[in-house]
T-cell receptor, first 113, second 115 residues
């Protein structure tokens, strides 16, 4: 069993829709939960991170973490064609810069104009 | 600030050959991590270098080795290439201190194709 599971999609939604992306994990030691966006032929870029359980909002993006269920989500409101990319969830046990990131497989998202 | 840079962009090798990939970290960063991203998969941690030493290693064979230089730049070497080594190789740099400002910044990657 992989430590982090993510539905690879692909997922296609019309412009303006709300997008929900999810990951589950098995390692209860994970404390930091990240969402990365990766455009084609580019490296991943950090969208947002959450420490422990709770919600975090940044513009059109909301990240949720439920540690009791070992389940994390990313919601994108008012989706735009520029949001079309692969979204990767990633997790750390602690101490950002020193820890290895454990990634999900990524969900390929297409926003249809 | 140029961010994390990697070279070359693309590389084609044949089975059994050896390859060296290079990474320059973001200014102010002292830690370099390498990841392998196969097509349709998430990045997998290979190893991390700090103070010119390998600090952590993922589940990769000894054919994968690395080096960090005094200026914090790093190399990834892969010997005896296999077809399964074809992937995007990502370098990420970070600062070794504690705190929430230690985000790992990724470079654009080197796409390696093994024929």
């Amino acid at each position: 069993q992989k430590e982090v599971e993510q539905d690879p999609g692909p997922l296609s939604v019309p412009e303006g829709a709300i997008v929900s992306l999810n990951c589950t994990y098995s390692n209860s030691a994970f404390q930091y939960f990240m969402w990365y966006r990766q455009y084609s032929r580019k490296g991943p870029e950090l969208l947002m991170y959450t420490y422990s359980s709770g919600n975090k909002e940044d513009g059109r993006f909301t990240a949720q973490v439920d540690k009791s269920s070992k389940y994390i989500s990313l919601f994108i409101r008012d989706s735009q064609p520029s949001d079309s990319a692969t979204y990767l969830c990633a997790m750390l046990r602690s101490n950002f810069g020193n820890e290895k990131l454990t990634f999900g497989t990524g969900t390929r998202l297409t926003i249809i104009p | 600030d140029a961010g994390v840079t990697q070279s070359p962009t693309h590389l084609i090798k044949t089975r059994g050959q050896q390859v060296t990939l290079r990474c320059s970290p973001k200014s102010g960063h002292d830690t370099v991590s390498w990841y392998q991203q196969a097509l349709g998969q998430g990045p997998q941690f290979i190893f991390q270098y700090y103070e010119e030493e390998e600090r952590q290693r993922g589940n990769f064979p000894d054919r994968f080795s690395g080096h960090q230089f005094p200026n914090y730049s790093s190399e990834l070497n892969v010997n005896a290439l296999l077809l399964g080594d074809s992937a995007l190789y990502l370098c990420a740099s970070s600062f070794s201190g504690t705190g929430d400002n230690n985000e790992q910044f990724f470079g654009p990657g080197t796409r390696l194709t093994v024929l």
